[in-house]
């Protein structure tokens, strides 16, 4: 054997011991594992951030918020999740909603409508329109928790996720404060109208 | 250097001679009891989600009325603690936690201000409740004495903390006019009632 070898036979050698006991004390990693209330927390958080018609529509509930301004801007906030509720209130009892994907589909592309022309409708209406949406947005995620690892977990989840991406559309709409960025703010409405549009064409068997 | 290194190794040998155990973890000095109690209520999402809702209500009523829940919280606690166990009421029914979850949420989002009696007994009555349900994990080996104490001191800190935390949040009242503070409590209120409406809508399907 070589110089070489040798210095190379001891390196491993001594990366032996180290190794047994790395696999000796090793335990699954659980990384991926779904259950509990971390599991029930993580998808009650996950499930309003993965549907991207649930995030755009979302998003745009807040961003028309800041531009109608007051009360809209800070009955929405308060209001909104409760509205949801009841519709996750439908879901867990599984009392079905007529055509409920077209729907989430369509809230995007109304509400991204709304943004793109700053559409100024008279509060009342504004809110009913929200509260139609929020209904079919709170029956597509309570339809989820029943079967969740934790449901109470799932529900603080999704609520807070729901409320933290009005929040982004909130800030986002403050943008108005500048014409420059009130500009922004419609091409970011006609970009989630036509995603609303897309996702309305495929729920409606349009496209593929 | 030979010498200093000497007397370094006679000085370490002597210390290291001495040294006794530690008893960091009283866990084995009886005071286990203890523990259980104060973290039983925070490894229970259902209790978190109750004295956090609970304490926000408080701090959004002001200091004034807010600091008579440092002492009614942790005397419900122990009040429904000592009659769970006599009565053997071991847990309430998930509904009726979601409902308290509800009611709590709308209290909160409404801003209704409340008589300082009102917000008591209605923090007493939630106290007793989430007590009795703590009260499981009560055997027959477990001091009873120190689970409460746990407990007790639990409630103290949680309830005290959140409810400091909310009223430096939302500051003083100096205007009429609604801040974007006193929305965002409201706004918790909101997410708090409609877990609360989801999980009774739960409850009622299961």
Not at chain 1, 9 to 36: D, K, N, T, Y
Not at chain 2, 95 to 112: E, P, Q, R
Not at chain 2, 144 to 173: D, H, K, Q, S
Request: charged share 10%.
């Amino acid at each position: 054997m070589t110089r070489n070898g040798r210095t190379m036979f001891l390196r491993i050698f001594r990366c032996c011991p180290v190794a047994v006991a790395g696999l000796v004390l090793a335990s699954p990693a659980l990384a991926h594992e779904q259950a509990g209330v971390g599991g029930g927390l993580m998808s009650g958080l996950l499930h309003p951030l993965t549907g991207i018609d649930h995030l755009i529509a979302m998003v745009a509930v807040g961003i028309w918020g800041a531009q109608l301004g007051a009360p809209a801007i800070w009955v929405l906030p308060i209001t909104f999740p409760l509205v949801m509720g009841l519709g996750g209130v439908l879901g867990v009892l599984r009392v079905p909603l007529p055509v409920p994907e077209v729907m989430v589909a369509l809230s995007a592309f109304v509400l991204g409508i709304a943004v793109a022309m700053r559409l100024r409708l008279p509060f009342v209406s504004a809110a009913a329109i929200v509260a139609v949406f929020a209904v079919f947005h709170g029956h597509a995620h309570g339809s989820e928790l029943p079967g969740s690892a934790d449901p109470l977990a799932f529900g603080v989840g999704f609520v807070a996720s729901t409320g933290l991406l009005h929040l982004c559309g909130i800030a986002i709409g403050r943008l108005t404060r500048w014409p420059a960025g009130e500009r922004l703010i419609q091409g970011l409405g006609a970009g989630i109208a036509l995603l609303g549009g897309y996702f309305l064409a495929q729920s409606l068997g349009a496209v593929a | 250097m030979n010498m200093t290194f000497r007397r370094g190794s006679i000085a370490a040998a002597m210390l290291l001679a001495q040294a006794n155990s530690a008893d960091a973890h009283i866990v084995g000095a009886r005071l286990g009891d203890f523990y259980a109690g104060a973290l039983h209520p925070l490894t229970n999402l259902q209790d978190l989600i109750l004295w956090g809702a609970m304490g926000l209500l408080a701090g959004s009523h002001g200091a004034a009325k807010g600091r008579w829940l440092v002492v009614v919280f942790p005397l419900g606690l122990l009040a429904g603690l000592m009659l769970g166990r006599s009565f053997g009421i071991v847990s309430t029914a998930p509904t009726a936690d979601a409902a308290m979850t509800l009611v709590l949420g709308l209290l909160l989002a409404s801003a209704i201000r409340m008589p300082i009696a009102q917000l008591c007994a209605l923090a007493f009555a939630l106290a007793a409740i989430r007590g009795a349900a703590n009260a499981t994990d009560l055997g027959p080996e477990t001091d009873r004495a120190l689970f409460a104490a746990g407990l007790t001191c639990a409630g103290y800190v949680v309830i005290t903390l959140i409810m400091a935390l909310a009223l430096a949040f939302r500051g003083t009242e100096t205007t009429a006019s609604i801040t974007w503070r006193q929305i965002t409590l409201r706004a918790f209120g909101g997410w708090i009632a409609a877990i609360g409406l989801m999980m009774v809508g739960f409850g009622l399907a299961s």
